[in-house]
């Protein structure tokens, strides 16, 4: 395999990268997809309703590979499936757009999908830097491989930013629910992981910041509530074999325990009535 796109009129892979209001941040995670070893893709960025200079900064980019599609505000959800709608690969990447990936992020992965052509859903490794001080993750934060589905539930153990997905898998299960304000990856990754096993490329190659002003779960108040709302829509929705459901209950009453006493604290009866 040879990495020039000019011999490809189909690209191998499509990269999606949603932004609102980061014009900095999105120059440089596009970079780190335009200097991939990898070159057979193409990369969509979603410029979702940016009224700072973004959608006229990338309309100057001059890239053959580089699609820009602008939209009304509506949310990381809504603008990751419209980038899927269009996209031409039979692949799909996403990219946060405040993250950034090595050079050899797309080669390695497509290797292993190549190496391993019945798995539909992988994830690398990856680096945390908070502050712009690089950040040990606690054993339970790790990535990994696997039927992890009940694992999954207590936390997200899948990276966004290193996803390699089928498309045609990403729309069989409706993609990123776009009623979710937030913790729509852990919940398209559960719908996911119940129909798949997630392979696992064990070397550092996306590079994920945190704690600026503008990061999307500072932005929310009790991540566990969305959590909540979308296991109880797993539970209502999915085929879950007898396991899956008794941890999937389970869950749900400790995150609920977890609110409600959260919620006593702050003088309400209930998180979930009092919102």
């Given amino acids: 395999m040879t990495d020039t796109m000019s011999e490809f009129s189909q690209p191998v892979v499509s990269i999606i990268i949603p932004t609102h209001n980061r014009q900095a941040l999105v120059l440089r995670a596009l970079e780190s997809v335009l200097l991939q070893s990898f070159d057979q893709f193409e990369v969509i960025v979603v410029d979702d309703g940016s009224t700072d200079n973004t959608l ?3 309309q100057k980019i001059s890239d053959a590979r580089l699609r820009v599609l602008a939209m009304k505000h509506a949310g990381v959800a809504k603008a990751r499936n419209e980038g899927a709608k269009i996209a031409k690969a039979d692949w799909l990447c996403f990219l946060d757009s405040d993250d ?4 050899h992020k797309l080669s390695e992965q497509i290797r292993f999908h190549h190496q391993h052509s019945k798995i539909l859903l992988s994830q690398t490794d990856d680096v945390w830097i908070r502050d712009g001080v690089f950040a040990n ?17 207590k936390l997200c153990l899948i990276c966004c930013s290193s996803v390699m997905v089928n498309k045609d898998l990403f729309f069989s299960v409706g993609g990123f629910d776009e009623s979710l304000v937030t913790c729509e990856d852990y919940d398209l990754w559960l719908r996911l992981l119940l129909r798949t096993p997630v392979g696992f490329v064990n070397k550092k190659l996306v590079t994920k910041f945190g704690g600026h002003a503008d990061q999307l ?10 959590r909540l709302k979308s296991l109880h829509k797993i539970l209502q929705n999915e085929k879950l074999s007898a396991e899956q459901e008794k941890a999937v209950r389970t869950e749900i009453d400790i995150k609920t325990a977890i609110l409600d006493k959260g919620a006593g604290k702050r003088g309400r009866t209930s998180i979930l009535k009092g919102q």
Avoid: P, Q, T
């Avoid at 993750?137 to 539930?153: A, C, P, T, V």
């Avoid at 779960?217 to 969305?226: E, P, R």
């Fill in 56 to 58: 006229s900064y990338l």
């Fill in 100 to 103: 950034v990936w090595r050079r």
């Fill in 137 to 153: 993750k606690k054993k339970e934060h790790e990535n990994r491989e696997g039927d992890i589905f009940l694992e999954s539930l």
């Fill in 217 to 226: 779960s500072k932005a929310f108040d009790c991540m566990d509530l969305y």
